[in-house]
T-cell receptor, first 114, second 116 residues
Framework: KAGVTQTPRYLIKTRGQQVTLSCSPI?????VSWYQQTPGQGLQFLFE???????NKGNFPGRFSGRQFSNSRSEMNVSTLELGDSALYLC?????????????FGEGSRLTVL | AQKVTQAQTEISVVEKEDVTLDCVYE???????LFWYKQPPSGELVFLIR??????QNEISGRYSWNFQKSTSSFNFTITASQVVDSAVYFC?????????????FGKGTMLLVSP
């Protein structure tokens, strides 16, 4: 069974640019969550999507957005990049059957903002 | 608000030593789930265990064991006879209804270094 796939794995952008990250969940998983991981703040929840609807949102500015498609694949977008957006962005999927939060993570997309 | 505290930032042990990773949590919910995840250098978070708030039985899985104590709001993780392959960052996490079960609140992580 294929795991959670995130693309691209690495990318470098400059301040002011925007970036789109993609996540393909495990087949059959309908919930997709995004987390930002930085050395200073650790792992922080960005948002969660289920059946193309955003169910939960973390405490991030509006520059961070996301969406989910009908096939459960998800994208997140960060506009007007800042140096502080440099981080590992992790996507996770879950069956959401019992809604108990067991998440399966991808290897992440490492974003560097120069 | 929910909070997970992993007071140990980094632990270094020699192979075959036992090591315990501490986790203390805070939540107002009476129903919640606790997790441990392992993050190797590749970056992917690997699920290790999930515990619900009504099940305080300790659990053992091979060299891994977990001690859940509601009285002290702790969910500690012990690796017996550690191996070099255990070197990774370990995260304790909490999910509860008021923030959505699919939303995990993570601790800052404990980096475990096991040397030969």
């Amino acid at each position: 069974k294929a795991g959670v796939t995130q693309t691209p794995r690495y990318l470098i952008k400059t301040r002011g640019q925007q970036v789109t990250l993609s996540c393909s969940p495990i087949s059959g998983h309908r919930s997709v969550s995004w987390y930002q991981q930085t050395p200073g703040q650790g792992l922080q929840f960005l948002f969660e999507y289920f059946s193309e609807t955003q169910r939960n949102k973390g405490n991030f500015p509006g520059r961070f957005s996301g969406r989910q498609f009908s096939n459960s694949r998800s994208e997140m977008n960060v506009s007007t990049l800042e140096l502080g957006d440099s981080a590992l962005y992790l996507c996770a999927s879950s069956l959401d059957k019992l809604n108990t939060g067991e998440l399966f993570f991808g290897e992440g997309s490492r974003l560097t903002v120069l | 608000a929910q909070k997970v505290t992993q007071a140990q930032t980094e632990i270094s042990v020699v192979e075959k030593e036992d090591v315990t990773l501490d986790c203390v949590y805070e939540t107002r919910d009476t129903t919640y789930y606790l997790f441990w995840y392992k993050q190797p250098p590749s970056g992917e978070l690997v699920f290790l265990i999930r515990r619900n708030s009504f099940d305080e039985q300790n659990e053992i899985s091979g060299r891994y064991s977990w001690n859940f104590q509601k009285s002290t709001s702790s969910f500690n993780f012990t690796i017996t006879a550690s191996q070099v392959v255990d070197s990774a960052v370990y995260f304790c996490a909490l999910s509860a209804p008021n923030s959505g079960y699919s939303t995990l609140t993570f601790g800052k992580g404990t980096m475990l270094l096991v040397s030969p």
